[in-house]
T-cell receptor
Framework: GQQLNQSPQSMFIQEGEDVSMNCTSS?????WLWYKQDPGEGPVLLIA?????ELTSNGRLTAQFGTTRKDSFLNISASIPSDVGIYFC?????????????FGKGTHLIIQP | EPEVTQTPSHQVTQMGQEVILRCVPI?????FYWYRQILGQKVEFLVS????????KSEIFDDQFSVERPDGSNFTLKIRSTKLEDSAMYFC????????????FGDGTRLSIL
C-alpha cells in the first residue's frame, strides 16, 4: 500500500514556541488532511487541503499542500498546553479507489513546562 | 461532542468469539468507513460503505470481517473468530461524499481479545 512518511516522530517544545511537522510520499495524493488525536479519543480534523499549492489556516494552525502533490506541512504558532497530542497527516491516494485515507505514523507533540 | 457515536466504548472478548461493533452517524452523511489503530501505531483503513454496499476495502479486510447497515441507521463491523492480533481501537468515520471529502471520526471502540 501507499506510505506517508511523517516527521518528526516526536517534538519536545516550550510553551509559546512555533511547531512545524511534515509528511512526504513517493506517490501523488489528491487530498491532504491533518488530524489531532488526544488519548482515548478519535482523530479530530484540523485542516483539509484539496489543491496543489493550497495554503490554509485554522486559527494558529497553517497547512500547505505541496506543489508536487507528494508532501504537506503543518505549522502551529505560539503553542499552548492544549496543543499536546498526536498529529496525523492523512491523504487520499490518486491512484487508488479514492475512499480510504492513508495515514502517517504521527507526530507526538509534548510541551515542557 | 463527536459527530459519530460508537458502541461499545470497550469490548473484551475471548479469542475465537465473534464481535459486532456499532456506529451511529448523527448527520445524514452517506459514506461510512471503518479504520483500525493497533496500540501505538498509525490508523489503518479497513473498508468504505455506500448505498448498502462496500465501495472499497483494504487488504486487511479479509473474510473474517463484514459490514452492514441493517436498519438504515446503525453501521456495524462484524469480526468473526477473533484473534489476539485483532486487539485494537476501531474507528468509524463518515463523510458527505467520497474522493477526498473530509472524514469525521468517532471516539472508537477499544477491542481487547483475551
Amino acid at each position: 500500500g501507499q506510505q506517508l512518511n511523517q516527521s518528526p516522530q516526536s517534538m519536545f517544545i516550550q510553551e509559546g514556541e512555533d511547531v512545524s511537522m511534515n509528511c512526504t510520499s513517493s506517490s501523488i495524493f489528491n487530498t491532504w488532511l491533518w488530524y489531532k488525536q488526544d488519548p482515548g479519543e478519535g482523530p479530530v480534523l484540523l485542516i483539509a487541503l484539496y489543491k496543489a499549492g493550497e495554503l490554509t489556516s485554522n486559527g494558529r494552525l497553517t497547512a500547505q499542500f505541496g506543489t508536487t502533490r507528494k508532501d504537506s506541512f503543518l505549522n502551529i504558532s505560539a503553542s499552548i498546553p492544549s496543543d499536546v497530542g498526536i498529529y496525523f497527516c492523512a491523504g487520499i491516494y490518486s491512484g487508488g479507489g479514492a475512499d480510504g485515507l492513508t495515514f502517517g505514523k504521527g507526530t507526538h507533540l509534548i510541551i515542557q513546562p | 461532542e463527536p459527530e459519530v457515536t460508537q458502541t461499545p466504548s470497550h469490548q473484551v472478548t475471548q479469542m475465537g468469539q465473534e464481535v459486532i461493533l456499532r456506529c451511529v452517524p448523527i448527520s445524514n452523511h452517506l459514506y461510512f468507513y471503518w479504520y483500525r489503530q493497533i496500540l501505538g501505531q498509525k490508523v489503518e483503513f479497513l473498508v468504505s460503505f455506500y448505498n448498502n454496499e462496500i465501495s472499497e476495502k483494504s487488504e486487511i479486510f479479509d473474510d473474517q470481517f463484514s459490514v452492514e447497515r441493517p436498519d438504515g441507521s446503525n453501521f456495524t463491523l462484524k469480526i468473526r473468530s477473533t484473534k489476539l492480533e485483532d486487539s485494537a481501537m476501531y474507528f468509524c468515520a463518515r463523510s458527505r461524499d467520497r474522493g477526498g471529502q473530509p472524514q469525521h471520526f468517532g471516539d472508537g471502540t477499544r477491542l481487547s481479545i483475551l
